[in-house]
């Protein structure tokens, strides 16, 4: 299986399907749309010299033949890939904070984002700490790339958060096992490849600790990211009055 084929299977079908609730609930709450909009452009800009550091010292390839073309050091369908999750997940927070009546509730709670902050700090060194090993150089570089923008959410947002993903986390682990799953295959069908060198070694079959890593927290942000428009109040976005 390509790359591009991979989207066609696992990818478009799943955005498709989301969509159609997701479509609906843009349509009614258009900050949805522009908190979706943002957190794609946000994804590229983040990821893009992430992902083309990883490729370019060898911490992941591709397959020989399974893609079409290298922008850099990555292929198109990588970049399309950063797209597609974060759209993905935004379509399935929408869905699960629609199913317990959030999205119009600005009401933040009595929990203070701001308090966690020294804990980020904390775990920013730590992680920074493991990209000197190289058994954990690839976990390592992960949680650096991750912490800062979950913290920045944390900072801001926290008195939202904690209820609201409470409500979220059973639709966001369900998207998380389908791409993990997804990962695997593509992982056992040679489509990419990740270093042995640069990870703990550590799989669940054919998935690695470390892409597991990856899906929980790339999820995890996209969905805080969604949660915090939603929770905005209506008064102070012109485009629902």
Do not use: C, K
Request: aromatic share 14%.
């Amino acid at each position: 299986m390509s790359y591009l084929q991979f989207h066609l299977v696992f990818l478009l079908p799943a955005l498709a399907l989301a969509a159609l609730p997701a479509g609906r609930l843009v349509r009614e709450h258009p900050r949805l749309g522009v908190g979706t909009g943002v957190l794609v452009i946000l994804a590229y800009l983040w990821t893009t010299p992430w992902d083309n550091y990883l490729v370019a010292t060898d911490v992941w390839g591709y397959g020989e033949g399974r893609v079409l073309a290298t922008i850099g050091y990555v292929p198109v369908e990588e970049y399309a890939f950063f797209g597609l999750q974060t759209l993905l997940a935004s379509a399935v927070t929408m869905i699960a904070l629609d199913r317990r009546g959030l999205i119009d509730r600005a009401e933040p709670t009595e929990r203070a984002g701001r308090r966690t902050m020294l804990w980020w700090l904390a775990a920013g060194i730590g992680a920074a700490a493991l990209t000197l090993a190289d058994t954990t150089r690839y976990l390592g570089l992960i949680l650096v790339w991750i912490i800062p923008p979950l913290a920045v959410q944390w900072w801001y947002g926290g008195r939202w958060l904690a209820e609201r993903l409470t409500a979220v986390w059973p639709w966001l682990a369900g998207l998380t096992l389908y791409l993990w799953i997804a990962d695997g295959y593509a992982i056992a069908d040679g489509i990419w490849s990740i270093s042995t060198a640069y990870t703990t070694g550590i799989r669940f079959g054919p998935l690695p600790l470390e892409e597991a890593t990856f899906f929980l927290v790339t999820n995890l942000v996209v969905a805080q990211g969604l949660i915090l428009f939603a929770s905005l109040r209506r008064e102070a976005l012109t485009w629902d009055r």
